[in-house]
């Protein structure tokens, strides 16, 4: 129902009722519901944009192993939203999503960098 609600699917769009149904569903687990909360925070959609709020639910969901969960940290690490900015952790992360799923060259090649301890280059290669 949130994803309908927030993109006026079969209904009128309503940011305000797609926060309501997606925090029932978050704090019920459903990982779907912490992923789209955690969008809501850090784009700012229907609430005050919050970064902190929007890492609490990326790490609730990707701690069911939601890849793009895994990935929006990644972002958050490397770019110091919400969280201190940590490099080797955003790697890490960036690391985690690249053996969940298939994510491309770029991120594979910022992989080897972080490995061969060219922290600069795997960076460079994750935020391209």
């Avoid at 850090?42 to 939601?66: C, E, P, T």
């Avoid at 770019?79 to 900015?85: A, D, S």
Wanted: some cysteine; proline content about 1%.
């Amino acid at each position: 129902m949130g994803l309908m609600y927030l993109q006026g699917r079969g209904v009128a769009k309503d940011s305000a009722k797609a926060y309501k149904y997606f925090t029932v569903a978050a704090n019920q687990g459903w990982v779907e519901g912490q992923l789209h909360l955690g969008f809501m925070y850090f784009s700012g959609i229907g609430v005050k944009r919050d970064f902190k709020k929007a890492n609490k639910y990326f790490s609730l969901a990707s701690q069911s192993g939601h890849v793009l969960a895994l990935y929006h940290l990644a972002q958050m690490h490397a770019q110091g939203l919400g969280v201190m900015r940590s490099c080797p952790t955003a790697a890490e992360l960036f690391k985690n999503v690249c053996e969940r799923g298939r994510w491309g060259s770029r991120l594979m090649l910022a992989h080897r960098a972080y490995k061969a301890r060219d922290s600069d280059s795997a960076f460079l290669q994750y935020l391209s």
